[in-house]
């Protein structure tokens, strides 16, 4: 499902612990981390596709995670040239996705990243909550820093951390 502009439907998932770390994956036969992440379907709600994509990719269910914030408006960024597909009809030049953040009210044992067939990720590991912005790939890394800024208003007791990165 790409819209009229060109973009797919997607969210982000930041997925935060009791101290404020979040969960960083690395993506299966690639060494780039990323949150996780994945489209909306056909007649999909933002919050069906994060539930969808949350057992998928790391394996927990909604009682699982508390959502605590999702960002105001839909995301976007462009994909590189060589990312894009010409040949499909209609072209995807990029994503606007909606960004969720959870916080994680289980047992990290409830992870699995081989519930998918292929798994999307194949390790997984707790970072600070602004490790990811100088790791991911250059071309996501505007979204995700509104993404993170937008939604760190709704952690106010790692605050210090925060308020230096604004």
């Known amino acids: 499902m790409i819209d009229s502009e060109g973009f ?4 982000g998932i930041i997925l935060a612990n009791d101290i404020g770390q979040v969960l960083w994956a690395k993506r299966i036969g690639h ?3 990323q949150f996780p992440q994945g489209g909306i379907q056909f007649g999909e709600t933002p919050e069906q ?7 998928e990719e790391v394996g927990l269910l909604p009682e699982h995670v508390q959502i605590i914030a999702q960002t105001d408006d839909w995301l976007h960024y462009r994909l590189p040239l060589r990312y894009i597909r010409s040949d499909s009809d209609p ?3 990029g994503q606007k996705q909606k960004w969720f953040l959870l916080k994680l009210t289980a047992s990290t044992k409830h992870i699995q990243l081989n519930l998918s067939d292929p798994p999307e990720f194949d390790q997984w590991q ?3 909550y602004w490790y990811p912005l100088g ?3 250059n ?9 993170m800024m937008e939604l760190c208003m709704q952690m106010p007791h790692y605050a210090p951390e925060i308020s230096s990165k604004m």
């Open 49 to 55: 596709a994060l539930f969808r994509e949350l057992r």
């Open 126 to 128: 707790w970072v600070s």
């Open 139 to 147: 071309f996501k890394r505007d979204v995700y820093r509104k993404a």
């Open 31 to 33: 060494n780039a981390w």
């Open 135 to 137: 790791q991911v790939v």
């Open 91 to 93: 072209i995807c030049i």
């Open 8 to 11: 797919r439907p997607n969210v």
